[in-house]
T-cell receptor, first 114, second 116 residues
Framework: NAGVMQNPRHLVRRRGQEARLRCSPMKGHSHVYWYRQLPEEGLKFMVY????????ESGMPKERFSAEFPKEGPSILRIQQVVRGDSAAYFC????????????FGPGTRLLVL | AQKITQTQPGMFVQEKEAVTLDCTYD???????LFWYKQPSSGEMIFLIYQGSYDQQNATEGRYSLNFQKARKSANLVISASQLGDSAMYFC?????????????FGTGTRLTIIP
């Protein structure tokens, strides 16, 4: 059973470009969480999604950031017009329907904005 | 709002000794979960142990145990017989059980270094 998969593992973008980060949850998991980790800090919650629904986006910046989890395919975290402050590690976690406290993390995507 | 506090930014421990990593929390929710994750230098987040707020017994997983003191709002991680491979960042986290949303709030972490 494959774990949570994230790609790319490393992403370099210039200021103003778009970044797309993908997350495939573990098989059978229908809940996806995105977290951001700035250098030397803990993880901060961004958004919680179920299939085709955003449940909680209270941690996501209001502008430039969006997330989706379509019926088919991976969850996508999209950052438009990236700025240097977006440089961070972005982690996705997934959990099953009935054991939501058990979140399994992907390896993360390290975004570097030049 | 929930808050997790880890007061030890870094610790150095001799190999084979036991380690206690401190974690205190603050919440008004009666029902919550407490977690510890390990983040080695490679960067992935590895789940170590979970404690539910209503669990009577302290959680244990191999060499890891969680010293849960509800009245003090503390959830310290104890690693017995430390090994060189235990060197990593350790994060304490908490979930709130509201409307089925189990988003985690993390502390700032403790960097543990095991000395041979």
């Amino acid at each position: 059973n494959a774990g949570v998969m994230q790609n790319p593992r490393h992403l370099v973008r210039r200021r103003g470009q778009e970044a797309r980060l993908r997350c495939s949850p573990m098989k059978g998991h229908s809940h996806v969480y995105w977290y951001r980790q700035l250098p030397e800090e803990g993880l901060k919650f961004m958004v919680y999604l179920q299939k085709e629904n955003i449940i909680d986006e209270s941690g996501m910046p209001k502008e430039r950031f969006s997330a989706e989890f379509p019926k088919e395919g991976p969850s996508i975290l999209r950052i438009q017009q990236v700025v240097r402050g977006d440089s961070a590690a972005y982690f996705c976690a997934s959990s099953p329907e009935y054991l939501q406290e058990t979140q399994y993390f992907g390896p993360g995507t390290r975004l570097l904005v030049l | 709002a929930q808050k997790i506090t880890q007061t030890q930014p870094g610790m150095f421990v001799q190999e084979k000794e036991a380690v206690t990593l401190d974690c205190t929390y603050d919440t008004s929710d009666p029902s919550y979960g407490l977690f510890w994750y390990k983040q080695p230098s490679s960067g992935e987040m590895i789940f170590l142990i979970y404690q539910g707020s209503y669990d009577q017994q302290n959680a244990t997983e191999g060499r890891y145990s969680l010293n849960f003191q509800k009245a003090r709002k503390s959830a310290n991680l104890v690693i017995s017989a430390s090994q060189l491979g235990d060197s990593a960042m350790y994060f304490c986290a908490m979930s709130e059980e509201s409307f089925g949303n189990e988003k985690l709030t993390f502390g700032t972490g403790t960097r543990l270094t095991i000395i041979p």
